[in-house]
C-alpha cells in the first residue's frame, strides 16, 4: 500500500443508538456552567452521522511523511507465544511522535489553527500525545503548553526534553500553577489531574485553547486512518482476521484500529470481527467500572459525558502504562461496550511486560508498554483460549495494533527484567465509593455484568475563547 487514505471513516451512522448527550455541570471554581469551545468543524465531526470526512491537504501532506505505517504478519511472534492462528500487527510507532497520537494532533492543530488559536494546551500521560502535540504545533506555527503526570515525568525525562526540542513549555502535574492542583480535589498523579490542570490553565490564558488527544469523538475518527489502511493492507496479503485487538486509555488507538472494521462490516452487511479493548488491570473501567455521567477531567468544570468508568476521583494505582491511568472509556467506545458490540480485557503489567518482552526478542521491534496490554491480549486471543468470562477465540487471525514504540520506557522493562516490577491490584472498595455518587445510564450494565467481559490474570496469564470556536452545549 503506497497511499494515505483521502478520508476519515466514521461509524457512527452504524450505531445501533445516537451517542448519549453531554450534560452541562455547574463550575467547582465560580459555580457557572462551563462549556467546551471547539473549531466548529470538529463539532460537525462529533455529532454528523457522516461517514466519510475529507482529509485536509495540509494534514495529508503531513501524514504523508510517515504514513502509511507498516502491517505485517508476526509469525515469530505467533511461535513464541503459541498461537494457533495468524497474528498480524499494525506499527504506529515510526514517527517523531513515537506513537499513533499524531494522527489527530495534525488534526486538531490545524482546525484550532484556522480557527484562530495561538496556543494549545493539554495534559499527557505517557507523553506521547503531548510530543504529538508539539510537532503539530510546531508544524502550523502555534505555542504549545503540555501538563505532563510528574511520576511519569520524572521515569521518562527524555520525553520532556523532546517536547522541548518541538518548542513545547512542560509542566510537572501536580503543579502550583493551577487551583485544582493546589486544592488536592483529586488525587495527584493522575492524567485526570494533568489533563484538569490544563482545562484550568486554557481558560484563563488569552489565545489559548485546551486540546485533548484521545476520548473524543473526533479524535478517534482522525485515527481510523490505521484500521482504513490495515483493511487494505490485509486485503494486499490476502490475510483474514475476526478479532481485532487494540489498548485502551480512553480509546483513540482501539477506537482507531477497530472501529474501521466495524463500519466496513455494518455497510456491506457482513459480521464484524471482534472488537477487544485491552486496559490496564490498575484502572479497569470497562471490566469493573460501571457505566454513568461522569466528568472527563478532575477540575468538575466539564460538561459530564456518558461513559464506563471507575470514577473520576478514583486514587489509580501507579503503573508504568501512563497512558492507560485514565478513569472513563471514551463515550464512543462505551456506548459500543454497552451495546455489546465492543469486548474488554484487563492485563496486569507484569503480563503486559511479558508480551512486550517476547515481541521484543521475536519481531526485533520494541513496544511500549501500553501496546503491551494489547499483545498479551492478543496472544490470548490467537492461543488456547482468551481469558475468563466468554472471550472469544479467534478462528482466522487475530490484527493487534501496536500503538508505539518503548525506547523511552525502557526503565519499566529494566524493572521487569530484574523481578523488580509487581503488579498493583484495583480496590473495589474505593472503585464502589469513586462511582457511588454517579447516575448510572443503566445499572444493569455494569461492566461486571456486560456482554463480553473478559479479563487476564496476573504474571504470565495474559473562557475567552478565540472567535473561531464554537461553544459546544
Known amino acids: ?251 483513540s488507538n482501539f477506537g482507531g484500529i477497530a472501529l474501521p472494521f466495524y463500519a466496513a462490516a455494518a455497510a456491506e452487511g457482513t459480521e464484524a470481527p471482534a472488537l477487544i479493548a485491552a486496559e490496564s488491570s490498575t484502572t479497569p473501567k470497562l471490566t469493573r467500572g460501571v457505566y454513568a455521567y461522569d466528568r472527563t477531567d478532575a477540575t468538575g468544570t466539564s460538561p459530564l459525558e456518558a461513559m464506563y468508568t471507575v470514577g473520576s476521583d478514583y486514587g489509580i494505582p501507579d503503573s508504568h502504562s501512563a497512558g492507560l491511568r485514565y478513569h472513563g472509556a471514551a463515550k464512543l467506545v462505551s456506548a459500543m461496550r454497552h451495546a455489546g458490540q465492543v469486548r474488554a480485557t484487563a492485563v496486569d503489567q507484569v503480563a503486559a511486560l511479558a508480551a512486550g518482552r517476547a515481541f521484543t526478542t521475536s519481531e526485533m521491534t520494541l513496544p511500549a508498554p501500553e501496546s503491551g496490554h494489547a499483545l498479551a491480549a492478543a496472544a490470548l486471543a490467537a492461543g488456547d483460549g482468551g481469558g475468563d468470562g466468554d472471550a472469544p477465540r479467534a478462528r482466522t487471525g487475530v490484527l493487534v495494533c501496536v500503538s508505539g514504540h518503548g525506547y523511552l520506557d525502557l526503565g519499566a522493562y529494566q524493572q521487569f527484567l530484574e523481578g523488580e516490577l509487581a503488579d498493583r491490584a484495583p480496590d473495589p472498595a474505593a472503585i464502589a465509593d469513586a462511582v457511588a455518587g454517579l447516575a448510572r445510564i443503566d445499572a444493569a450494565a455494569d461492566a461486571e455484568t456486560a456482554p463480553g467481559r473478559i479479563t487476564v490474570a496476573a504474571a504470565g496469564r495474559p473562557t475567552g475563547a478565540p472567535a473561531g470556536l464554537e461553544e459546544v452545549r
Open 1 to 251: 500500500m503506497s497511499e494515505v487514505p483521502r478520508r476519515w471513516r466514521s461509524v457512527l451512522p452504524h450505531l445501533k443508538q445516537p451517542l448519549p448527550a453531554d450534560r452541562t455541570q455547574h463550575s467547582g471554581t465560580d459555580g457557572g456552567i462551563v462549556q467546551a469551545n471547539l473549531p466548529m468543524e470538529l463539532v460537525r465531526q462529533s455529532v454528523r452521522p457522516r461517514e466519510y470526512w475529507d482529509i485536509p491537504e495540509e494534514v495529508a501532506d503531513a501524514y504523508r511523511r510517515f504514513r502509511p505505517t507498516p502491517l505485517w504478519r508476526a509469525r515469530a511472534f505467533e511461535k513464541a507465544v503459541g498461537a494457533r492462528v495468524p497474528v498480524w500487527v499494525k506499527y504506529e510507532g515510526g514517527n517523531i511522535s513515537g506513537s499513533h497520537k499524531l494522527n489527530t494532533a495534525l488534526a486538531q492543530a490545524y482546525y484550532y489553527h484556522r480557527a484562530g488559536v495561538e496556543e494549545l494546551v493539554t495534559g499527557t500521560g505517557a507523553g506521547q500525545w503531548g510530543t504529538a502535540l508539539a510537532a503539530a504545533c510546531a508544524r502550523f506555527g502555534m505555542r504549545c503548553t503540555v501538563f505532563m503526570v510528574g511520576t511519569s515525568l520524572e521515569r521518562k525525562p527524555y520525553r520532556g526534553v523532546l517536547m522541548r526540542m518541538l518548542g513545547a513549555r512542560v509542566i510537572s502535574s501536580p503543579s502550583t500553577l493551577t487551583e485544582v492542583a493546589r486544592s488536592g480535589r483529586s488525587a495527584g498523579n493522575s492524567l485526570s489531574l494533568a489533563i484538569g490542570e490544563a482545562v484550568e490553565y486554557a481558560a484563563r490564558t488569552n489565545g489559548a485553547a485546551f486540546c485533548i488527544g484521545s476520548g473524543e469523538t473526533y479524535s478517534i475518527l482522525h485515527q481510523s486512518v490505521i484500521g482504513l489502511e490495515a483493511i487494505d493492507q490485509l486485503a494486499e496479503e490476502g490475510g483474514e482476521v475476526d478479532a481485532v485487538v487494540g489498548c485502551v486509555g480512553a480509546g
